[in-house]
Every structure is written in structure tokens, then in C-alpha cells.
């Protein structure tokens, strides 16, 4: 998808600023139903004709310019992507453009990868250089029409308002490269120079623009070489028994897949710990090292991003190949040979919000997005971990609708083996503890590979969880949603929302960066820091740590023998709607959230709950036994 495909003499002749942007306008309206905002029609009346001028003055006023270039599967856009042939070898040939505006930018701070542009609000930006090659890389690893020509690809940033280069000389001493040159206004001829030895008119009937807008999206071979190198050799990879069955089975899908042509489902269930995400990760290892086109996807923003930063750490390429579930509504029929969705209990019923754009906007539900995408969906979840409305990734869901397409699901199921210490005991106590599953809570009778404790106040909870962190355990404190969650004050700090008498503290960050001691949001979990701040369910659900305070609000409280929801006392607002959440579903989604909280600690838990009879009941359940 592209905003406006049209020919450098075209938008050369419509060049003049109020025609250009009502151009520009109609064309988005007309593809998009998205309105262009005034900055964006100002950018284009001023940036568009200067470099589509250039290129006629360069004697390519032939080659297509690609507005608003949309990197597949992503959100984000290049601004121009020009299109032509190569004069060398008359190959498809493509240049990514960066347009800016500015007129001087300096080094931000000593740090070459930032730049500070006078003027200009909203603090440091990527240094240009650095934004375009980020573009071509991504193209050269997904865009098969690229990836499968050599030297198809360049990438400028053009500073085209920078008429003197001593404004913006810091900018200079970023690495350049083919896919990453920088251009001013005072470069100009040397900027039509590079543009000449990349680009020539087409040939008559083929369309380079074509063959880019309509190429396959898949991982390049290349990046799959590098992803089988990053993720499968890693030696704490190392799968036991149903762990492995589930690696062979998708295994064995995919090879009969591609020789019978045809496609199955397959379905992964497990409680926490039981592996998922380890089958997950080595699944694209050992996908890629065998050369077949795989994507990893979750539903959670804190758990994609952890995994990009694991599996990404020494090649932040392989970070590209970890996608989000709302990233497929536009994917290609089968064009991914394997799609691992893993958190697959996050599956939402649409994937439409507020920021999909008019074309995307159908009732077709996700999970029928997610299996067309690949020959072999791989799911992997766990239906006591769905806690939130909208979300419907349950086993039986799954195989309704695969079955209403005709296709086949088969379904492994893996025990609880390494999360709470390898403790199943522990995971079914929690079970029966929630009313999870049939029968009774009762007490709980101890297991040499876990403890648990119950706190009288929150100021011991901490503390305990303070001695563990001293003896080099991990550590953290969690709560249900109960509390008022405030934006950070003016100064950054965070507002101590979860307060239980006289003890106060904040909850996690909401912020991307990190805030004094506090992690980004999606890293509170596994960053240094965390432990100063309470996390909820969206922030600790898929990551696990030692050991594990969970506050019980008061939306769940032990009376007559069993727990109780009291939907008064949470303060989700995803819960508040009583016509899209029924009290029935409100009290099942409460009770997997504490599920899901009681399940993250390997080594212990620390209990600790604002209701006095809770604590009485916990107390009379759990012995010390440690």
C-alpha cells in the first residue's frame, strides 16, 4: 500500500503548493478515508515538487515516486520510494528517500545515532541516515522482489532546506553506506549523481513500482540464516518430552504441507511453564536454519518486545521477524510457510482499533486473519491466562473455526514443568484455590521445590521479597486492579497509586523509556528497576522472575468457604462496561488475572491480601513451611 503513485513529471507539473496538497488530499481520501492533517499537507506542497523537480532536472522525471510507502507488515511508512530500472543492468532498482525539512541539525548530546534540530519540538530525532537505512534493511529482509536482486536497493536522507553544509556537519559523521547517504540543498549535483547511477526510465510494459507493490512478504533467506544462528543455537533451548513432540509435529506439517499442498492447524496448550514460549523461540530457530519463511507473533506488547531484545541482542535484524497479531489483516493467502502465534490466548476478535486505516476496517475476525496467513498456524496457549474482554483464544474457538474452513487442527498438550520450580502441585492448588477447576480449594501441603507464604501487610510482603533480591534472587510485586493508575507527574516521577494504609507505592511505569530507576513499561518485568513499582497482569503475563508478592485487591475476597469477585472494587477500565462484560464473564476474567499473577515466581510467592477475612482464610490454608 502506498498514499500516491505517481510519475516525478506529474508531481513536477502539479507543482504548485495549494494544487499539489488538494492532489495529495484526494488521493488519500479516496484510498485511505484518512484525512490528512495540516502538517502533513504542508510537508508535501513543500518537500514533494523539490525532489520531484530534481529528478526531472536529473533527466528521470520517468521514475514513479511511491508517497507514503507502507513497509509490510509493520505501521510504519518511508516517505517516498522511487522506483525505476538500473541503468547498469536494467533490474528493477529502488531508492528510499528521507525528507526533511530542516535547515540545521546538530549531534544530540555527544550521541551520533540522535540529532537535535533548532526549532523543533518533542526533544532528539533519529539521526535520517540511520531512519532510511532501517528502511531498506527491513525491505531487504521481507520484500522478496528485493531481496531475491542484488544491488536493487539504495536509501537517502535528503535535507533539502540545508543550504549550508557547516549547519548540519555533525550529521556527517554518521556512518554512510548505499542504503544510507546523506544529501543537502548545497549537495545538490552530487545528490542528482547518485540518482543517475541507481535509477533509469522503465521499460516499455513493466512497471518496477508494480512488481515492488505487489511483492511476495516473506523473511529473506539471508535473515532466516542469520535468525537460525541467533535463536536455535542458544543452549538453553532444550526441550523435553511433549516439548519436543510439538517441535517435531509443526516440523513434520510443514514438510507434508509444501509436498501435498495443502494446510493444517496446529494447537499447543500448557499451563505456565510448561514450555510455550521455549517450542516458540525454537520453532524459529530450527525453521529458519532450514529455510522456510517463519514469523513469530503475540497479542502483547511487553512480551514482543522482551523478545526481540532476547533474541535480537547481537543482531537486531532477527527483531523484525517478531510481529504483532494485528499485523496481518492485509498479509498474503499462504505466504508465510509457518506463523507461530505464541500468547495465542490474546487473540482478539477483531484486529480493527482506532488507528486502522478505512480500507482494513471489516468484521473478518482475527484468528481467520492469523491461520490464511500461513500453510501451518502454529498456536500456543493457555485458556487460564485469558484476561481481558475481547480476547477469545480458547482451544475449542480455535478449532471451530479452523473447522468451519475444512481444515484439520491437531492439539498437544504439555504438563507444568519449569515455572513455579517445576512445581504442578503448586499450579493446581492455584486452580482449585480460584475455582478453576472441579473441586474444592484445600490446603496447601507444601513441595521442597517451592514455597509459599502468606503476608500480614504489605510493608512484610516487601521486605521478605527484599531479603531474596539481597541473596541475588529476582524479585517482584504485582496487584489486581484496583488502584487508580495516574500519568507520571511534570517532572517524570511516578504517582504512589497503590496505597494500602500507610504503604504506598506506584504502579509500573506507562511510559517506552525508562523513567529515573523505573524500566519502560513493556521491560518491567525483566529490566533492573522493577521491583520499585507494582505491576499488573498486562505488564507480568508471559515473563516469570523468582520470586513473586501478589496483593489480592478487594475485587476478590474469600467468603463462605471459596473465593468471590466484587466487580465494584476494580478499577479496569476494559471491565466497566456491563453490557460487553456480563458479571459472569467479569468473574471469570478476574479469577485468571490472579491466576496469572499467583503463576509467575519459579522459586516462591508472598501472598498478601486488603481484605481481613482473605488473609484469615490464607492463613488457615497455607502453613508456613519453609
Same mark, same amino acid.
Given at each position: 500500500?502506498?498514499?500516491?503513485?505517481?510519475?516525478?513529471?506529474?508531481?513536477?507539473?502539479?507543482?504548485?503548493?495549494?494544487?499539489?496538497?488538494?492532489?495529495?488530499?484526494?488521493?488519500?481520501?479516496?484510498?485511505?478515508?484518512?484525512?490528512?492533517?495540516?502538517?502533513?499537507?504542508?510537508?508535501?506542497? !513543500? @518537500?514533494? #515538487?523539490?525532489?520531484?523537480?530534481?529528478?526531472?532536472?536529473? $533527466?528521470?522525471?520517468?521514475? +514513479? &515516486? =511511491?508517497?507514503?510507502?507502507?513497509?509490510?507488515?509493520?505501521?510504519?511508512?518511508?516517505?517516498?520510494?522511487?522506483?525505476?530500472?538500473?541503468?547498469?543492468?536494467?533490474?528493477?532498482?529502488?531508492?528510499?528517500?528521507?525528507?526533511?525539512?530542516?535547515?540545521?541539525?546538530?549531534?544530540?548530546?555527544?550521541?551520533?545515532?540522535?540529532?537535535?534540530?533548532?526549532?523543533?519540538?518533542?526533544?532528539?530525532?533519529?539521526?535520517?541516515?540511520?531512519?532510511?537505512?532501517?528502511?531498506?534493511?527491513?525491505?531487504?529482509?521481507?520484500?522478496?522482489?528485493?531481496?531475491?536482486?542484488?544491488?536493487?536497493?539504495?536509501?537517502?536522507?535528503?535535507?533539502?532546506?540545508?543550504?549550508?553544509?557547516?549547519?548540519?556537519?555533525?550529521? !556527517? @559523521?554518521? #556512518?554512510?553506506?548505499?542504503?544510507?547517504?546523506?544529501?543537502? $540543498?548545497?549537495?545538490?549535483? +552530487? &545528490? =542528482?549523481?547518485?540518482?543517475?547511477?541507481?535509477?533509469?526510465?522503465?521499460?516499455?510494459?513493466?512497471?518496477?513500482?508494480?512488481?515492488?507493490?505487489?511483492?511476495?512478504?516473506?523473511?529473506?533467506?539471508?535473515?532466516?540464516?542469520?535468525?537460525?544462528?541467533?535463536?536455535?543455537?542458544?543452549?538453553?533451548?532444550?526441550?523435553?518430552?511433549?516439548?519436543?513432540?510439538?517441535?517435531?509435529?509443526?516440523?513434520?506439517?510443514?514438510?507434508?504441507?509444501?509436498?501435498?499442498?495443502?494446510?493444517?492447524?496446529?494447537?499447543?496448550?500448557?499451563?505456565?511453564?510448561?514450555?510455550?514460549?521455549?517450542?516458540?523461540?525454537?520453532?524459529?530457530?530450527?525453521?529458519?536454519?532450514?529455510?522456510?519463511?517463519?514469523?513469530?507473533?503475540?497479542?502483547?506488547?511487553?512480551?514482543?518486545?522482551?523478545?526481540?531484545?532476547?533474541?535480537?541482542?547481537?543482531?537486531?535484524?532477527?527483531?523484525?521477524?517478531?510481529?504483532?497479531?494485528?499485523?496481518?489483516?492485509?498479509?498474503?493467502?499462504?505466504?508465510?510457510?509457518?506463523?507461530?502465534?505464541?500468547?495465542?490466548?490474546?487473540?482478539?476478535?477483531?484486529?480493527?482499533?482506532?488507528?486502522?486505516?478505512?480500507?482494513?476496517?471489516?468484521?473478518?475476525?482475527?484468528?481467520?486473519?492469523?491461520?490464511?496467513?500461513?500453510?501451518?498456524?502454529?498456536?500456543?496457549?493457555?485458556?487460564?491466562?485469558?484476561?481481558?474482554?475481547?480476547?477469545?483464544?480458547?482451544?475449542?474457538?480455535?478449532?471451530?473455526?479452523?473447522?468451519?474452513?475444512?481444515?484439520?487442527?491437531?492439539?498437544?498438550?504439555?504438563?507444568?514443568?519449569?515455572?513455579?520450580?517445576?512445581?504442578?502441585?503448586?499450579?493446581?492448588?492455584?486452580?482449585?484455590?480460584?475455582?478453576?477447576?472441579?473441586?474444592?480449594?484445600?490446603?496447601?501441603?507444601?513441595?521442597?521445590?517451592?514455597?509459599?507464604?502468606?503476608?500480614?501487610?504489605?510493608?512484610?510482603?516487601?521486605?521478605?521479597?527484599?531479603?531474596?533480591?539481597?541473596?541475588?534472587?529476582?524479585?517482584?510485586?504485582?496487584?489486581?486492579?484496583?488502584?487508580?493508575?495516574?500519568?507520571?507527574?511534570?517532572?517524570?516521577?511516578?504517582?504512589?497509586?497503590?496505597?494500602?494504609?500507610?504503604?504506598?507505592?506506584?504502579?509500573?511505569?506507562?511510559?517506552?523509556?525508562?523513567?529515573?530507576?523505573?524500566?519502560?513499561?513493556?521491560?518491567?518485568?525483566?529490566?533492573?528497576?522493577?521491583?520499585?513499582?507494582?505491576?499488573?497482569?498486562?505488564?507480568?503475563?508471559?515473563?516469570?522472575?523468582?520470586?513473586?508478592?501478589?496483593?489480592?485487591?478487594?475485587?476478590?475476597?474469600?467468603?463462605?468457604?471459596?473465593?468471590?469477585?466484587?466487580?465494584?472494587?476494580?478499577?479496569?477500565?476494559?471491565?466497566?462496561?456491563?453490557?460487553?462484560?456480563?458479571?459472569?464473564?467479569?468473574?471469570?476474567?478476574?479469577?485468571?488475572?490472579?491466576?496469572?499473577?499467583?503463576?509467575?515466581?519459579?522459586?516462591?510467592?508472598?501472598?498478601?491480601?486488603?481484605?481481613?477475612?482473605?488473609?484469615?482464610?490464607?492463613?488457615?490454608?497455607?502453613?508456613?513451611?519453609?
Amino acid at each position: 500500500m502506498t498514499l500516491l503513485r505517481m510519475s516525478a513529471n506529474r508531481i513536477a507539473d502539479i507543482a504548485r503548493p495549494d494544487s499539489l496538497a488538494e492532489q495529495l488530499l484526494e488521493q488519500m481520501l479516496f484510498k485511505t478515508g484518512r484525512r490528512a492533517s495540516p502538517a502533513e499537507q504542508k510537508s508535501w506542497s !513543500r @518537500s514533494l #515538487p523539490v525532489l520531484a523537480r530534481d529528478l526531472v532536472d536529473a $533527466g528521470l522525471g520517468e521514475v +514513479e &515516486m =511511491l508517497v507514503e510507502y507502507h513497509l509490510p507488515l509493520t505501521s510504519q511508512r518511508a516517505d517516498v520510494v522511487l522506483a525505476g530500472t538500473h541503468p547498469s543492468t536494467g533490474a528493477p532498482s529502488y531508492v528510499v528517500v528521507e525528507l526533511k525539512q530542516w535547515s540545521a541539525a546538530y549531534r544530540y548530546e555527544g550521541n551520533p545515532e540522535l540529532v537535535e534540530v533548532p526549532g523543533m519540538p518533542g526533544g532528539p530525532k533519529l539521526h535520517p541516515v540511520a531512519q532510511v537505512k532501517g528502511y531498506c534493511d527491513y525491505l531487504a529482509d521481507f520484500a522478496r522482489a528485493i531481496a531475491d536482486q542484488p544491488d536493487a536497493l539504495a536509501g537517502m536522507a535528503y535535507l533539502h532546506n540545508a543550504t549550508d553544509n557547516a549547519e548540519v556537519a555533525d550529521l !556527517r @559523521s554518521y #556512518p554512510m553506506g548505499v542504503t544510507g547517504r546523506l544529501f543537502t $540543498g548545497a549537495d545538490r549535483g +552530487e &545528490m =542528482l549523481s547518485f540518482l543517475r547511477s541507481r535509477l533509469g526510465p522503465s521499460a516499455t510494459g513493466h512497471s518496477p513500482g508494480d512488481t515492488l507493490i505487489r511483492s511476495a512478504v516473506a523473511p529473506s533467506q539471508q535473515l532466516l540464516k542469520v535468525a537460525a544462528a541467533e535463536v536455535r543455537d542458544r543452549p538453553q533451548f532444550h526441550l523435553l518430552g511433549n516439548q519436543q513432540l510439538a517441535v517435531d509435529l509443526v516440523l513434520h506439517a510443514v514438510e507434508h504441507a509444501r509436498s501435498a499442498d495443502n494446510k493444517r492447524v496446529i494447537v499447543v496448550t500448557g499451563g505456565p511453564g510448561s514450555g510455550k514460549s521455549v517450542i516458540a523461540l525454537s520453532l524459529v530457530g530450527e525453521l529458519a536454519r532450514r529455510g522456510r519463511t517463519v514469523l513469530h507473533a503475540t497479542g502483547s506488547r511487553s512480551f514482543t518486545q522482551t523478545l526481540r531484545k532476547v533474541a535480537g541482542h547481537r543482531a537486531p535484524r532477527v527483531q523484525k521477524m517478531f510481529k504483532y497479531f494485528n499485523q496481518f489483516m492485509a498479509a498474503e493467502k499462504n505466504g508465510l510457510d509457518v506463523l507461530i502465534l505464541d500468547e495465542a490466548h490474546r487473540i482478539r476478535d477483531t484486529s480493527v482499533d482506532r488507528y486502522t486505516r478505512a480500507e482494513l476496517r471489516t468484521d473478518r475476525p482475527q484468528i481467520d486473519e492469523l491461520i490464511a496467513a500461513a500453510r501451518v498456524p502454529v498456536l500456543l496457549l493457555d485458556e487460564h491466562q485469558i484476561v481481558r474482554p475481547g480476547e477469545m483464544g480458547s482451544l475449542e474457538q480455535i478449532q471451530r473455526h479452523a473447522a468451519s474452513l475444512g481444515l484439520e487442527t491437531q492439539h498437544v498438550h504439555l504438563g507444568e514443568q519449569f515455572r513455579c520450580g517445576g512445581s504442578e502441585e503448586y499450579v493446581l492448588w492455584v486452580k482449585h484455590l480460584l475455582s478453576l477447576t472441579e473441586g474444592e480449594p484445600y490446603p496447601w501441603k507444601g513441595d521442597p521445590q517451592f514455597r509459599l507464604r502468606v503476608a500480614d501487610t504489605p510493608e512484610e510482603m516487601e521486605h521478605l521479597l527484599s531479603q531474596q533480591i539481597d541473596r541475588g534472587y529476582t524479585a517482584r510485586m504485582t496487584a489486581g486492579y484496583c488502584w487508580p493508575w495516574s500519568n507520571a507527574k511534570d517532572d517524570g516521577s511516578l504517582v504512589s497509586d497503590v496505597t494500602i494504609d500507610t504503604w504506598a507505592r506506584p504502579w509500573n511505569s506507562k511510559s517506552d523509556r525508562r523513567i529515573g530507576d523505573a524500566p519502560p513499561a513493556p521491560l518491567w518485568a525483566t529490566e533492573d528497576g522493577g521491583f520499585g513499582q507494582v505491576g499488573c497482569v498486562y505488564t507480568a503475563q508471559g515473563f516469570e522472575y523468582d520470586w513473586n508478592g501478589v496483593i489480592l485487591g478487594p475485587d476478590l475476597v474469600w467468603r463462605n468457604g471459596r473465593f468471590t469477585t466484587v466487580r465494584s472494587a476494580n478499577r479496569d477500565p476494559d471491565m466497566k462496561n456491563t453490557a460487553k462484560v456480563s458479571d459472569l464473564r467479569f468473574d471469570a476474567l478476574v479469577r485468571n488475572v490472579y491466576k496469572v499473577l499467583l503463576t509467575r515466581g519459579m522459586v516462591g510467592t508472598i501472598v498478601y491480601s486488603t481484605d481481613e477475612e482473605t488473609r484469615t482464610a490464607l492463613r488457615e490454608l497455607v502453613s508456613d513451611l519453609s
